[in-house]
């Protein structure tokens, strides 16, 4: 009842803080949007500002800039009228922050009106215009009567007033000159640091013209004026009086800060206005943060009120604890520890030992309670050991029983034999019955699968599924021998049909095998390489495969290979061997064969077919053949300095024909090197360009019309389209040495061997057969009118020193074996 009576209070409690802290929330959500609203416009207005300072006629903007303060002044407003500002009594600070945008509204307002007024914006301006230019128009007249006057005069002396009243009207246009010079730098800022010279300038002139007309004026005490021309001069000394007086009064507004009142208002009226208001907005920023800590406060309070709920729940429920253990401890433990201690006595084995009655029924009913659990119990742990062990759908031993068995006779049983196995087993089509036939036809599949393999294994062998379509089998004590006897018997049980709701179906399997210890001798290993196996199995099409380190792209050896192919181009660790070619109508060498060697430090000498892959894969490949024909060509200049014209075939990757860069480096290279490119054959194999015959098409095409001859390599092997070949701009056909080796044995390849040999020659290709072993192959191509043979026949491939030793004596050696099998 208590605690009942203090749970409602303290739920009560929580649910108004919490309304309050949500109420708090939603209001401040609303008073930030609009103050950051109030901060995006006056940002705006005084870009608009500034924009309306560079053009000042821009009544649009001007509009804008008042639009959005006036925007401004709204947002603010509204949050002075916000719930959240009474709640706070805030008023004040906001009526504050209304009256500086009602002021900066009105200065911005003033600005504006002074931009347009040149006279208000330049107060110097206005001295020029109302005090300075009359002045200039009277001392200008004034010089016009004096001039007049001297000049109608014959006599000498009015010659020389003539002359003075001239050079009074020079130094009067210079002055005006010298001062508008310093107008245009004090309102152009041209170049503000001659300001003060100019302004002695022009109070110098002043001096001069003073002196100058009073001299003059000498002149007329003599009586030596006409009487116009002394009131000229009067008028003349007048007015530059009061032009150099407000030249002063000019001078002394620009020494001060109302020489532009445009900047004026923005230093002094402006700016101050805006830091007033971003003030203002700091402290409504500092209320919201002091309203959120209020929050944090209030989350702090409902914390702490329930921790004190369940802190003095705890003490009541400890207090009632404590009476009933008294009260149990009385009526019921006493006969309970009996019953404990034989059920300890049970636990550890002692026996089925039969429990005691006890004196009362909740005893008794707990003593019956706990042998139906115990029972239950055992049956689940069964139960849940077999579901952790075994695969659900098939009801065969799952990866983690698979990798424990292993384990065991990996440090039990393997110790003590000789061989043992691990296959890796993937069944063929499986997605295509599961797409077609629906997914629980593929899962009673599985399960007929399993249930197979199963079946036909021996009793120390152990199976699992290890996921999805794919089983395992442990065969310990089983040499080669016996294993292979193993995949026979999987293979015939496994090629039966398949009846699944009254449908036939058939699968198809691919094993890999890792056999201990040849292959590994810890799990991870052997089904690494089991796997590795297998995937060779399902790529070559074969019922299995054992585990070949050769077919795994993942050993050390690899990563080393990856770790040093760079360093190899760096540092001349490649080497080029060359393999001729001999043209079969004159035994002439028609060409060689650029192929290229790794001197490894450590694996002595690796050949392309262990390095080029992993080039290929690791995006070096452009570099090696780049280096290649650079060898290449450097060969072809050299041999032509002695005497002989020797074309290179470069082998080319697919990867070459995808480089965007690949057209252009070959150029380069044939300009540094002399453009011998009727000297170059790029040999590219079909599988390569069927791959994407259009780039093919077009990459080829622009390397034959720089010269460069091209051969299709291995072809036979792939599967081209004839369509295809016509398009691409090729010279020659290499067909591939299967087909050559054993041309005289197998008839089928005798014939395709011709067929190819007359398409290519419709097509007006030339034909390259590589693999030519033996005379007889060669007289029998040299009947079906090959062009070109290639092969161990002739030469292996031989380093360059050795390739100009075996020119001098290749054609005897040829023609007599030609001879020597035309006698036999």
């Known amino acids: 009842m208590i605690l009942s009576i203090n749970s409602y209070y303290v739920h009560i409690e929580q649910k108004n803080i919490q309304q309050t802290i949500e109420d708090n929330l939603s209001l401040r959500e609303f008073v930030i949007d609009k103050k950051n609203s109030v901060q995006s416009d006056l940002l705006e207005s005084y870009k608009l500002l500034d924009t309306f300072l560079l053009d000042p006629s821009n009544q649009l903007v001007q509009k804008w800039m008042l639009s959005t303060l006036q925007h401004a002044s709204k947002n603010t407003n509204d949050i002075k009228k916000s719930e959240w500002v009474r709640l706070r009594n805030k008023s004040e600070l906001f009526e504050s922050l ?34 300075m230019r009359p002045n200039r128009i009277r001392f200008v007249n004034a010089i016009s009567v004096a001039l007049n006057e001297t000049k109608a005069s014959k006599t000498a002396v009015s010659l020389n007033n003539y002359q003075a009243v001239v050079d009074i009207r020079y130094l009067w246009s210079q002055l005006l000159s010298n001062f508008r010079i310093y107008l245009a730098n004090q309102f152009g800022a041209f170049d503000t640091k001659i300001l003060p010279r100019q302004e002695h300038a022009v109070s110098l002139q002043y001096k001069n013209l003073s002196t100058q007309i009073h001299k003059l004026k000498k002149q007329e005490a003599k009586g030596r004026l006409g009487f116009e021309t002394s009131d000229a001069l009067e ?46 907005l700091m402290i409504f920023d500092e209320e919201v943060r002091l309203s959120e800590h209020n929050d944090k406060l209030l989350i702090e309070k409902m914390i702490n009120n329930q921790s004190a709920f369940l802190y003095s729940a705890y003490i009541i429920v400890i207090v009632i604890l404590t009476l009933l253990l008294y009260a149990l401890k009385i009526v019921v433990f006493k006969p309970i520890s009996q019953v404990a201690l034989a059920i300890k006595a049970e636990s550890t084995g002692a026996g089925d030992q039969q429990l005691p009655r006890a004196s009362s029924s909740e005893a008794n009913n707990l003593i019956e309670a706990f042998s139906d659990m115990k029972v239950q119990i055992h049956l689940r742990q069964q139960e849940l050991s077999f579901q952790a062990n075994h695969d659900s759908l098939t009801g065969l031993p799952n990866r983690k029983y698979f990798l424990q068995k292993m384990d065991s006779f990996l440090h039990k049983g393997f110790s003590k034999v000789t061989r043992s196995a691990v296959l890796l087993i993937d069944l063929n089509g499986f997605k295509d019955i599961n797409d077609t036939l629906g997914h629980h036809i593929g899962d009673q599949l599985l399960v007929k699968v399993g249930h197979r393999l199963w079946s036909m294994l021996s009793d120390n062998a152990v199976i699992a599924r290890l996921g999805g379509d794919e089983f395992a089998i442990l065969i310990p004590e089983a040499d080669k021998p016996a294993v292979l006897e193993v995949l026979d018997n999987i293979q015939r049980t496994i090629e039966e049909k398949f009846i699944i709701e009254g449908i036939k179906t058939y699968i198809g399997m691919s094993i890999g095998v890792a056999l201990y210890p040849d292959h590994g001798k810890d799990n991870s290993t052997l089904l690494r390489h089991a796997d590795v196996a297998m995937y060779i199995s399902k790529k070559q099409k074969k019922p299995y495969v054992f585990y070949k380190s050769t077919d795994d792209n993942y050993t050390l050896d690899r990563l080393s290979l990856i770790h040093d192919i760079k360093n190899s181009i760096n540092h001349d660790g490649l080497i080029l061997y060359f393999q001729p070619k001999l043209n079969l109508s004159d035994f ?14 450590e694996f002595g000498m690796v050949m392309p077919k262990e390095f080029i892959p992993i080039a290929e894969q690791t995006g070096f490949i452009n570099e090696i053949t780049y280096w290649v024909m650079e060898e290449s060509l450097i060969h072809t200049l050299n041999w032509k300095e002695q005497g002989l014209n020797i074309k290179v075939a470069v082998n080319l990757s697919v990867y070459n024909l995808y480089d965007v860069d690949f057209i252009d480096t070959v150029q380069s290279l044939l300009y540094k090197y002399q453009n011998v490119a009727d000297q170059l054959v790029f040999e590219i194999t079909e599988s390569a360009m069927m791959s994407n015959p259009k780039l093919a098409i077009s990459n080829l095409n622009k390397l034959k019309a720089i010269g460069i001859r091209l051969s299709i390599d291995d072809y036979g092997t792939g599967f081209s389209s004839l369509s295809y070949l016509s398009q691409l701009s090729v010279n020659e056909l290499k067909i591939d040495k299967s087909f050559i080796l054993n041309m005289l044995e197998d008839e089928r390849n005798s014939v395709i061997v011709k067929s190819t040999i007359e398409m290519a020659h419709n097509l007006g290709l030339n034909v390259v057969a590589e693999g030519v072993e033996t005379y007889e192959v060669l007289e029998q191509l040299r009947t079906y009118g090959c062009n070109t043979i290639q092969g161990y026949l002739i030469s292996k491939p031989l380093p360059e020193k050795h390739l100009t030793k075996w020119l001098d004596t290749y054609q005897e050696k040829v023609i007599s074996g030609l001879v020597s099998t035309a006698d036999q």
């Open 98 to 131: 209304l009256a500086s945008l009602s002021l900066l509204e009105k200065e911005m307002i003033s600005l504006t009106e002074i931009r347009k007024d040149s006279n208000r914006q330049y107060p110097s301006l206005k001295v020029a215009a109302t005090v």
């Open 235 to 280: 008028e003349m000394s007048t007015a530059l009086e009061n032009w150099f007086a407000a030249f002063e009064e000019v001078k002394k507004i620009h020494h001060s800060d109302n020489w532009r009142m445009d900047l004026k208002i923005l230093k002094s009226n402006i700016q101050p206005r805006l830091d007033q208001i971003t003030n203002l």
């Open 588 to 601: 002439k060498l028609d060409s060689v064969e650029a192929l290229i060697r790794w001197h490894h430090p």
